[in-house]
């Protein structure tokens, strides 16, 4: 079956169709004609005036199987990415056993294998995600890890993140290092200011992050190696990585679409989606965050969706587990803070540092297309959730434009389709 994009409009800056118009081809999974006018056959599903881009990629996605599978399954899981306009999703070892084993890697690999959206592991950096011993990095890198790193855990002693640094190296390993300093961190569950004080729950301080990033860079300059920091959350940390930058380190960032969005003013009625770590917080930050975002410091924009049953969240802040899923209202939320090609950019961004597939709109390429649309407003609801879990920040939000569908070799799915 063929597929005709008649008159869409192309988001692409490595396309040479780049903000033009066009109609589009698509046969047996690969572009075969861009031309401004090609006539429909009777074998061809037609899709009209939308815009198009690159196939979308999410640097931080969880699921729960296997162990978890109350959560969300993996087949499942990867149909959500697919509706929510991601054709690559980079999937976190949030997996009970943690994925720390070339036979876990190769399992995730196989069990997804075939799927309109593509699956890139990343392998736990210690065994047991316990921040003591390194795992079994290289074996898992055969196997197909992209990268290596303890979902949501710091890296405790320095000289371990030292020698992963060094360790990697030869076979071009990335190795991820979440920022926070749990001893600082103690019992906090929000953001340290005045709403925390005036609410009555702990606080979590930005130096404990900052100490982190500052530390981890630090020896990344030492070590040398890949080294990516995800889900900055301070404007002290966004100026500590762009002095990192600008002297020529491998190390890149990403930030959560939740800490752009809201700020630790939404935490007044305890509801405990919002209960995210690192913590949301004060407008200063995220101001800084979105300045990070605009000038590149930040390379990309992660929806970070963790499912949790309701078990985890229907408690008191205090209790309740850290974590929301974002996949569904990444594009209507991101679109309302930065312009279409930005959003773009921070949408795909992660193809490049991770060295996922990529394959620009020209003619000869391999599909990878996501559809979607700018124009309209919607308020997210639950009903729009489509993961197995319901643990969403964005519930009630205001959101702008659509996900119309996705294209790849491996498959299609557009909106309407079950």
């Not at 118009?21 to 698509?26: F, P, S, V």
């Not at 690559?88 to 399992?107: D, K």
């Not at 800084?288 to 590149?296: D, I, S, T």
């Not at 899923?325 to 992660?350: D, P, R, W, Y």
Request: aromatic residues 8%; hydrophobic residues 40%; charged residues 20%.
């Amino acid at each position: 079956m063929k597929t005709l994009l008649k008159s869409v409009t192309i988001i692409d800056r490595d396309s040479s169709f780049h903000k033009k118009t066009q109609d589009i081809l698509i046969e047996n999974g690969a572009i075969i004609q861009i031309a401004h006018e090609i006539a429909p056959s009777e074998d061809c599903d037609v899709i009209s005036n939308c815009y198009i881009s690159q196939g979308w990629a999410d640097s931080s996605v969880s699921f729960g199987e296997p162990g978890y599978e109350e959560r969300e399954t993996l087949v499942h899981g990867v149909q959500v990415a697919s509706e929510s306009g991601f054709t690559q999703i980079i999937l976190n070892p949030t997996t009970h056993p943690i994925t720390e084993t070339r036979s876990q890697i190769s399992y995730l690999k196989t069990a997804t294998e075939g799927a309109i959206t593509q699956v890139f592991p990343i392998g736990a950096l210690t065994t047991e995600s316990k921040g003591e011993y390194l795992a079994e990095l290289y074996d898992m890198q055969r196997a197909g890890a992209i990268a290596f790193g303890d979902y949501k855990r710091c890296i405790p002693q320095a000289n371990l993140l030292k020698i992963a640094l060094q360790y990697t190296q030869p076979f071009g390993g990335i190795v991820i290092s979440f920022p926070c300093d749990s001893s600082i961190m103690g019992k906090g569950v929000v953001n340290e200011h005045i709403n925390s004080t005036r609410l009555g729950l702990k606080g979590i301080p930005a130096l404990a992050e900052e100490i982190i990033v500052a530390r981890d860079l630090s020896i990344l300059e030492y070590a040398g190696g890949k080294l990516h920091i995800p889900t900055i959350s301070t404007a002290q940390s966004v100026a500590l990585i762009a002095q990192a930058k600008e002297k020529g380190l491998d190390v890149t960032c990403s930030v959560a679409l939740h800490n752009l969005h809201f700020t630790d003013n939404t935490l007044d009625n305890f509801n405990t989606n919002y209960k995210v770590l690192p913590p949301l917080r004060d407008k200063a930050q995220v101001e800084a965050l979105h300045k990070g975002v605009e000038n590149g410091t930040i390379d990309m924009v992660t929806t970070d969706h963790y499912p949790l049953d309701i078990e985890c969240k229907a408690k008191e802040f205090d209790l309740a587990d850290f974590g929301t899923i974002g996949l569904e209202a990444a594009f209507g939320i991101l679109i309302q803070h930065f312009s279409l090609e930005k959003v773009i950019e921070m949408l795909t961004k992660a193809k490049k540092r991770f060295f996922l597939p990529s394959s620009p709109i020209k003619v000869g390429a391999k599909a990878d297309i996501t559809l979607f649309n700018i124009d309209g407003e919607t308020t997210f609801s639950t009903e729009m959730i489509r993961s197995s879990s319901k643990n969403c920040a964005f519930i009630g939000e205001k959101c702008k434009g659509n996900v119309l569908g996705v294209i790849t070799e491996r498959g299609k799915w557009f909106k309407g389709e079950q």
